[in-house]
């Protein structure tokens, strides 16, 4: 398995613009997180999926972010406006069951100028 | 909701001792404690994870050890090698909740 897949690895945009990440969970995984990291606050969950139905969004910080995920194997994440604020390293990560080892990608380094 | 406490968020050590990090977590419902070592410019990857109804796992040279009547749990390396140099992070998670992760620690293996 290629693991969890994520797209872009860099985002570079300027303030106001769109952005939209995204990600392909590993196949059988009914488990799918957004996760943001900054040196600051850590790693934050955003946002979690079970069987693409979105389950606990409070982490998502303002209404300027949204995240769907339109079948088993892809979601995304997107950002409109954007702010400069918003620049951090976007996981994505999935997992079988929820007691099971979460698998990362490699993330997306989202700077916003 | 879950919280999650690391300590220390930095450590350094001489290369071939021990080093030790501990976390705490404040939702008793939580079962599942999974160890993340990240790695600079890197994604978290799992080294280790414990599940509430086993005390001690031990892999190698890391070793999770959990208390459930005192809700915390630690991570110990033994022989520390320069390759160890990374930031650890502790989780937990129950039915209800997913991973809650700590701050982080970053450990500094001195050669």
């Known amino acids: 398995d290629a693991g969890v897949i994520q797209s872009p690895r860099h985002e570079v945009t300027e303030m106001g613009q769109e952005v939209t990440l995204r990600c392909k969970p590993i196949s059988g995984h009914d488990y799918l997180f957004w996760y943001r990291q900054t040196m600051m606050r850590g790693l934050e969950l955003l946002i979690y999926?079970?069987?693409?139905?979105?389950?606990?969004d409070s982490g998502m910080p303002e209404d300027r972010f949204s995240a769907k995920m339109p079948n088993a194997s892809f979601s995304t994440l997107k950002i409109q406006p954007s702010e400069p604020r918003d620049s951090a390293v976007y996981f994505c990560?999935?997992?079988?069951?929820?007691?099971?080892?979460?698998?990362f990608g490699n993330g997306t380094r989202l700077t916003v100028t | 909701g879950e919280n999650v406490e690391q300590h220390p968020s930095t450590l350094s050590v001489q290369e071939g001792d021990s080093a030790v990090i501990k976390c705490t977590y404040s939702?008793?419902?939580?079962?599942?404690f999974p160890w993340y070592k990240q790695e600079l410019g890197k994604r978290p990857q799992l080294i280790i994870d414990?599940?509430?109804?086993?005390g001690e796992k031990k892999d190698q040279r890391i070793a999770v050890t959990l208390n459930k009547t005192a809700k915390h749990f630690s991570l110990h390396i033994t022989e520390t090698q320069p390759e160890d140099s990374a930031v650890y992070f502790c989780?937990?998670?129950?039915?209800?909740?997913?991973?809650?992760f700590g701050k982080g620690t970053r450990l500094s293996v001195i050669a």
């Open positions: 939702d008793s419902a939580s079962n599942y």
């Open positions: 989780a937990a998670s129950s039915r209800n909740t997913p991973l809650v």
């Open positions: 414990i599940r509430s109804n086993v």
């Open positions: 990560a999935s997992r079988s069951s929820y007691n099971s080892p979460l698998h």
């Open positions: 999926f079970n069987n693409n139905v979105p389950i606990d």
